[in-house]
């Protein structure tokens, strides 16, 4: 049997990041919750998104994407925001796409912060895009022009 070091351990987690992950999972899931009660959510200010972009500018690519991840999760079971299914999934790949995107767009190739932004956001989108084909195609409905 092996014994993990603390010097391990801590390779492993990062204690900064985790906090800076549940900060803004929190986030994620109070400012939606609150702006549905205030009324002021819609369909084109979508403030879940919000945190999970930040998460993918300012954390490590696992960290980004676990928030990316757990926060429609949380959210959905907690408030039944976004619904469990069809919305959940194509939120959790979205917000997974944004949070790569951004991620590596910034942190790797080190592009500027409005050029990272519209590349993760045309990710986002096309994760979501594609994610709503695969379910519709699995639900065999027929899209009519």
Do not use: W
């Amino acid at each position: 049997m092996t014994s993990i070091s603390k010097r391990e351990l801590t390779k492993k987690f990062d204690t900064k990041e985790m906090i800076r992950a549940s900060v803004l999972m929190g986030t994620g899931v109070i400012v939606p919750f609150a702006m549905h009660f205030l009324g002021a959510a819609s369909p084109v200010f979508l403030p879940m998104h919000i945190p999970v972009i930040v998460a993918g500018f300012i954390l490590t690519s696992p960290y980004a994407v676990l928030v990316a991840i757990m926060t429609p999760l949380v959210n959905s079971l907690l408030t039944g925001m976004p619904p469990i299914y069809p919305i959940l999934p194509i939120m959790i790949v979205e917000l997974t796409c944004y949070a790569l995107a951004a991620n590596l767009s910034y942190k790797k190739f080190k592009l500027i912060v409005l050029l990272s932004l519209l590349i993760n956001l045309i990710f986002g989108r096309l994760g979501a895009g594609l994610t709503l084909a695969v379910l519709v195609a699995a639900m065999g409905l027929k899209i009519e022009q």
